[in-house]
């Protein structure tokens, strides 16, 4: 037989190990991006990290290869020598 004590301790149990994951994968995912930056023109259609232009919602939604309204993070220091059919990456969104 399961007390309301025994739940309430394996409710808290579950919700602290909840809990402590998310902060993981967060504390994970900025240490990440730090070391990254957003490149703009250098995405490969449908290959977008997220946001950007008309037609667009987020991650993986770019229409065309190389949109100069959409980004991808790259490592930081290296957008700008990205080369393209275009030209090179951009640190600012530019028109296609």
Known sequence: M???TEITAATL???LATALTLVS???EMGGEK?????CYGVSLKGQNDC???AGTSCAG?????YDGSIWKYVPKGTCTTIKTPNGVGSLKAVKS
């Open 2 to 4: 399961t007390t309301k």
């Open 25 to 27: 994968a967060s504390a």
């Open 34 to 38: 730090a070391d990254k930056e957003k």
């Open 51 to 53: 946001a950007a232009g």
């Open 13 to 15: 149990a579950g919700a």
């Open 61 to 65: 939604s770019s229409k065309v290869d």
